[in-house]
Antibody, heavy 120, light 107 residues
Framework: EVQLVESGGGLVQPGGSLRLSCAASGFTFSSYEMNWVRQAPGKGLEWVSYISSSGSTIYYADSVKGRFTISRDNAKNSLYLQMNSLRAEDTAVYYC?????????????WGQGTLVTVSS | EIVLTQSPGTLSLSPGERATLSCRASQSVSSSYLAWYQQKPGQAPRLLIYGASSRATGIPDRFSGSGSGTDFTLTISRLEPEDFAVYYCQQYGSSPRFGQGTKVEIK
């Protein structure tokens, strides 16, 4: 059974940093592309970042470019999101989401999410 | 950048009724790259439809997708109690984008 479990969320002051983790199991993590998607309270879904299976290709949404860094450790079956210079508008539930395949880039599995609150 | 606009914002229907949700793109989307997700309160989204019309694994056949170009539709033929939720369309590719969602609520 595919499982994605996020952790690391919490309350942080504006300008602060936080590192999110996503522990994957139930599939060959090193073979799949991964993403972070977020959802502000009461709002819709926003894609945040993508990383290829090897980690060699990375994309970011314009809203987080230069502040967030996605990475992965295939030996530990883990995905990460380092978030710096956090703003109030970064407050959201952050989901890690797996792509179905490199040819079918749909989010076929999602974690339960971890809440990040940016507030003084 | 492609903008996806979903309508209506809220759909009030009774169990057993048919639901028709619309997703309009600001420019043409390859049908291969349009998906629909369902999200219930406090839960992660669940993939329903991909490639505009292909049902994901385990999705009941009362859910169907159609459309091409800039206009796409998700139809739920007969609403079950568990179908009341928020539905998002999504264009996928190198920069995935979501519509703002349609809430299907009990009338």
């Amino acid at each position: 059974e595919v499982q994605l479990v996020e952790s690391g969320g919490g309350l942080v002051q504006p300008g602060g940093s936080l590192r999110l983790s996503c522990a994957a199991s139930g599939f060959t993590f090193s073979s799949y592309e991964m993403n972070w998607v977020r959802q502000a309270p009461g709002k819709g879904l926003e894609w945040v970042s993508y990383i290829s299976s090897s980690g060699s290709t990375i994309y970011y949404a314009d809203s987080v470019k230069g502040r967030f860094t996605i990475s992965r450790d295939n030996a530990k079956n883990s995905l990460y999101l380092q978030m710096n210079s956090l703003r109030a508008e970064d407050t959201a539930v952050y989901y890690c989401a797996k792509y179905s395949s490199s040819k079918l880039r749909i989010f076929d599995y999602w974690g339960q999410g971890t809440l990040v609150t940016v507030s003084s | 950048e492609i903008v996806l606009t979903q309508s209506p914002g809220t759909l009030s229907l009774s169990p057993g009724e048919r639901a028709t949700l619309s997703c309009r793109a600001s420019q043409s989307v390859s049908s291969s790259y349009l998906a629909w997700y369902q999200q219930k309160p406090g839960q992660a989204p669940r993939l329903l439809i991909y490639g505009a019309s292909s049902r994901a694994t385990g999705i009941p056949d009362r859910f169907s997708g159609s459309g091409s170009g800039t206009d796409f539709t998700l139809t739920i033929s007969r609403l079950e109690p568990e179908d009341f939720a928020v539905y998002y369309c999504q264009q996928y590719g190198s920069s995935p984008r979501f519509g703002q969602g349609t809430k299907v609520e009990i009338k």
